[in-house]
C-alpha cells in the first residue's frame, strides 16, 4: 500500500466533535478508524483533565503540543489494522510517535487501540470482534509489543517480572499481559474483553453527553469515573499502591461535588497531582480514556 500522509481527518475546535457525529457519518474504512484514532488522541489530550499533559499544562519533558504530534502520527497506522498483527500495529504506532515526539506520549494508547482498530475493520458489533481478536493473539504480537514497550522506553523496565519484555517471548500477547493484569490496567483490559472501556467508560461518556455537557467536559467527567472505579497503575507503579488509592479517592469526591460542574474541588484536586513534578500523573486512565474516546467514534457516538 503506497505511504499516507498523515493528516488529521476530523476537526474539533471547540470541544464539539465535526463530521463523525452521527452514526451514519461513521464507515468502518481504514481512512475513518484513522481518523478516529487521531480525533481521540487529540480530544483527550485537549480536554483538561486533572494531572495529565493539557493545553494549559506542560510536564517538564513533554508538552501539549507533543501530544498533538503523536497523535496525528499513530492515525495511519492504526488505519491499517486490518492488514497485519496487533503487536505490528503497536510498534508502527509506537516507531511513528517517537519520530515526532521526544518522550513516550502514547505507549498504552498504541497497546489499547491497535486491538480496537483491527477489531473495527472486522466488521461486526464491536465488542464481539474485539475478544476474537484478542484470543487470535499470538507469540509474533508478543514479539513486536515488547518491542514497541522497549522503544517507547517505559518506565519499569529495571524491575524483573514474569514475562520480561527485555527477554524473548514464550507466549502470547493476551497471556503475557494477563500476567500483568494485576499490576496494570492496559493488561487487564487484554483478558477481560476491555470492562473498564465498555462497561464504565463508555456508559458515562454516553450519560455526560445526555446530560448536556461539551464533549471536552465530559471526557473530563469519563477520566474522574475511570479513575474512581480502578487506581491508576502508572500512580501505583510510581507511588505505590496507598498513593493511586488516595488519588481514586480524590476523583470520588471530586464526583460527590458534582464532577466537572465544581470547578473550585475539580481545580483542587487537579492541583494536588501536580506536585511534586507530576508524580501522580494518572496516566494509564488517560489512555483508557482514549479508548473510549475511539470506541464512542466508531461507534458513532461522537
Not at 165 to 192: F, K, N, Q, W
Amino acid at each position: 500500500m503506497p505511504e499516507k500522509t498523515a493528516t488529521l481527518a476530523f476537526v474539533a475546535v471547540d470541544g464539539q466533535a465535526g463530521p463523525a457525529h452521527t452514526a451514519e457519518a461513521t464507515v468502518r474504512s481504514p481512512e475513518s478508524v484513522a481518523g478516529a484514532a487521531q480525533l481521540a488522541c487529540v480530544l483527550e489530550a485537549s480536554a483538561e483533565k486533572p494531572g495529565n499533559v493539557t493545553p494549559r499544562h506542560d510536564f517538564h519533558d513533554m508538552a501539549y503540543e507533543d501530544m498533538l504530534r503523536s497523535a496525528i502520527a499513530i492515525g495511519p497506522e492504526l488505519g491499517r489494522a486490518g492488514e497485519r498483527g496487533v503487536g505490528a500495529t503497536v510498534l508502527a504506532a509506537v516507531t511513528a510517535s517517537r519520530r515526532v515526539a521526544p518522550a513516550n506520549t502514547n505507549l498504552g494508547i498504541a497497546l489499547l487501540l491497535a486491538p480496537l482498530a483491527k477489531a473495527a475493520l472486522g466488521g461486526g458489533p464491536l465488542r464481539e470482534r474485539l475478544g476474537t481478536t484478542l484470543r487470535a493473539l499470538g507469540v509474533a504480537d508478543a514479539r513486536e509489543a515488547y518491542a514497541a514497550i522497549r522503544a517507547a522506553g517505559a518506565g519499569g523496565l529495571r524491575e524483573r517480572v514474569e514475562h520480561d519484555v527485555r527477554s524473548e517471548p514464550a507466549i502470547g500477547l493476551r497471556e503475557a499481559m494477563a500476567s500483568a493484569a494485576a499490576r496494570d490496567s492496559i493488561a487487564s483490559e487484554y483478558v477481560t474483553d476491555y470492562a473498564l472501556t465498555f462497561e464504565t467508560g463508555v456508559p458515562a461518556l454516553a450519560a455526560a453527553l445526555a446530560d448536556g455537557l461539551p464533549v471536552r467536559a465530559a471526557i473530563v467527567e469519563v477520566h474522574l469515573r475511570l479513575l474512581a472505579t480502578a487506581p491508576d497503575t502508572l500512580i501505583a507503579r510510581k507511588r505505590g499502591a496507598d498513593a493511586a488509592a488516595r488519588v481514586s479517592a480524590g476523583a470520588r469526591g471530586v464526583l460527590a461535588a458534582g464532577g466537572v460542574r465544581a470547578a473550585e474541588a475539580l481545580e483542587h484536586f487537579d492541583a494536588s497531582l501536580r506536585e511534586p513534578g507530576n508524580a501522580l500523573n494518572p496516566g494509564t486512565t488517560a489512555d483508557l480514556v482514549t479508548a473510549v474516546v475511539f470506541v464512542a467514534l466508531v461507534e458513532g457516538m461522537l
